[in-house]
């Protein structure tokens, strides 16, 4: 039984970063991509960031040279570093690993 769990959303003003972990549990995790996603009020769900099990990592057009997505294997968290943030930036972001597992998901707000 593979089980996500977010933190480090909340509020931060335009320009600013925040750091999202996502911490897995079970023996899945380091054989399969992760990937963060986000959903906006009133749009769908979006692909955000993912990581391969090799450490290849793919963004989506509005993330890419702000947002960095790693992991920590020894850990078994995977992280979202999101520098220079936008107030489109604001959504729900939820880890998942290979697109079949989700968590609860985490509120990141960037509002002056």
């Known amino acids: 039984q593979v089980q996500l769990e977010e933190s480090g959303g909340g509020l931060v003003q335009p320009g600013g970063s925040l750091t999202l972990s996502c911490a897995a549990s079970?023996?899945?995790?380091?054989?399969?991509?992760m990937g963060w996603y986000r959903r906006a009020p009133g749009k769908e769900r979006e692909m955000v960031a993912t990581i391969s099990s090799r450490g290849l990592t793919n963004y989506a057009d509005s993330v890419r040279g702000r947002f960095t997505i790693s992991t920590q294997y020894t850990k078994n968290v995977v992280y979202l570093q999101m520098n220079s943030l936008k107030p489109e930036d604001t959504a729900v972001y939820y880890c998942?690993?290979?697109?079949?597992?989700w968590g609860q998901g985490t509120q990141v707000t960037v509002s002056s």
């Open positions: 079970g023996s899945a995790f380091g054989i399969n991509a």
């Open positions: 998942s690993m290979a697109a079949v597992y």
